[in-house]
């Protein structure tokens, strides 16, 4: 079945790059995402890879993929106070794939903190 | 352009209690989602929808029904809630053949 495993917390200082790891199963999933959950708020997405690439840049934010070892991570370089939030790995199966029809597979969080 | 609302933003049931969230959406997306966030767990689908009158049963459907009367709305109905439906609920939107999936800001629901 799909499940995907996320460690629980990372804590970093400002200034620092910090990378959040996620492993995924489902290898045939088309698209991964990052999404960002500030306390007490909706989920906003922060960046998305096609399966077919192994690396995503966009401004602060990397994105390595390794669909080998089925292993996906973010970076946040120069990690800010504001930065501080639970980061969620999800997959996508493909449409219609399973009977998919475009529905998330959530990890459980990592929540990240900076400290000053 | 408001994306994807929810109405409430809070509510407390007590057991047997009925209600009923409402997700609207104004970008005339295709398909809509229903999941619950519960601590530690991640997101969970409940049910969803590919269009207009059409529905579908997501991981954890029971004790929800949900109806789709008009593409932009999307309702999710807790028929006699229980404690274990206490959870934040968030709604999702995305257009057909994108993959990109919208949310809204979510509804935290109590049920002592």
């Known amino acids: 079945g799909e499940d995907v495993e996320q460690s629980l917390f990372l804590s970093v200082r400002e200034g620092d790059s910090s990378v959040i790891n996620c492993t995924y199963t489902?290898?045939?999933?088309?698209?991964l995402y990052w999404y960002k959950q500030e306390p007490g708020a909706g989920l906003q997405l922060l960046t998305y890879i096609f399966s077919n690439m192994d690396m995503k840049q966009d401004q602060r934010l990397t994105v390595l993929l390794n669909k080998k070892d089925k292993h996906l991570s973010l970076r946040i370089a120069d990690t800010q106070t504001g930065d501080s939030a639970i980061y969620f790995c999800a997959e996508s199966p493909p449409l219609n794939y399973g009977g998919s029809q475009g529905n998330l597979i959530f990890g459980k969080g990592t929540k990240l903190s900076v400290k000053p | 352009n408001a994306g994807v609302t929810q109405t409430p933003k809070f509510r407390v049931l007590k057991t047997g209690q009925s209600m009923t969230l409402l997700c609207a959406q104004d970008m005339n997306h295709e398909y809509m989602y229903w999941y619950r966030q519960d601590p530690g767990m991640g997101l969970r689908l409940i049910h969803y929808?590919?269009?207009?009158?059409?529905?579908a049963k997501g991981e954890v459907p029971d004790g929800y029904n949900v109806s789709r009367l008009k593409k932009q709305n999307f309702l999710l109905g807790l028929e006699s809630a229980a404690p274990s439906q206490t959870s934040v609920y968030f709604c999702?939107?995305?257009?057909?053949?994108?993959?990109?999936?919208?949310f809204g800001p979510g509804t935290r629901l109590t049920v002592t």
């Open positions: 929808s590919v269009g207009e009158g059409t529905t």
């Open positions: 999702a939107t995305r257009e057909g053949g994108a993959y990109e999936q919208y």
């Open positions: 489902d290898s045939s999933s088309t698209y």
